[in-house]
């Protein structure tokens, strides 16, 4: 795999510090997702009692009807029998719609508490290494493919002479502005590698095409 397409650093501080951040953003997902988890777990109690009590009522409400049916074949006293039974069934029966309604809404609220106590937490983190790693990968990129060629390079020794500090341009050459100006290919090579190191690259395992 090409350099350039890893969203990594080659210079070892960089580096150390891209997967230190990897792993304090894991570690810190992880954590709020438990905690969402455990969130979720607790109000989804609260749907399953729903739903139990939705099926015992359905199962009360069909003994009541079978019993208020059986009742009705007593003779005489049949239908005044029967039909309290049956009352009493479809009381049950609202119920265990109400114990319907209750699991569904705690099973909806249960997802939504979940996602408003985790999302926050780890966008709030992830969002700006997300674009940290984005923009580094972006300047790698760039970085990159500019090396792979002579006027690239020209180019990346203009930046390091703009933005290196000037005790790293003196260790490049005496006069870096003038090497510059008069295309020395060991100076600009130099330069180069300077900002390429700024930008989290090794010069060293980089081919200029030729």
Excluded: C
Excluded at 137 to 159: D, N, P, Y
């Amino acid at each position: 795999m090409k350099s350039r397409w890893v969203p990594y650093a080659t210079t070892p501080g960089r580096l150390m510090a891209q997967l230190f951040s990897d792993v304090v953003v894991v570690g810190w997902t992880a954590i709020w997702i438990f905690v969402g988890t455990a969130v979720h777990s607790a109000v989804a109690t609260i749907a399953d009692f729903g739903y139990q009590v939705e099926s015992g009522a359905n199962g009360v409400a069909g003994n009541l009807d079978s019993a208020g049916q059986s009742a009705e074949d007593v003779p005489l006293i049949g239908g005044a029998i029967g039909g309290p039974l049956t009352a009493a069934g479809d009381a049950a029966r609202e119920i265990a719609g109400a114990g319907q309604t209750l699991g569904v809404t705690a099973g909806w609220l249960a997802w939504l508490l979940a996602l408003a106590v985790a999302a926050p937490p780890i966008l709030a983190l992830m969002m700006p290494w997300l674009f940290l790693r984005v923009r580094f990968f972006r300047r790698k990129w760039t970085a990159v493919t500019l090396s792979s060629t002579w006027a690239g390079e020209q180019l990346l020794a203009l930046r390091a002479l703009a933005n290196r500090p000037l005790p790293k341009l003196a260790a490049i050459s005496t006069d870096p502005v003038g090497a510059w100006r008069e295309q020395d290919p060991v100076a600009i090579r130099g330069l180069a590698a300077l900002e390429l190191r700024a930008s989290g690259i090794r010069a060293a395992n980089l081919k200029r095409a030729k």
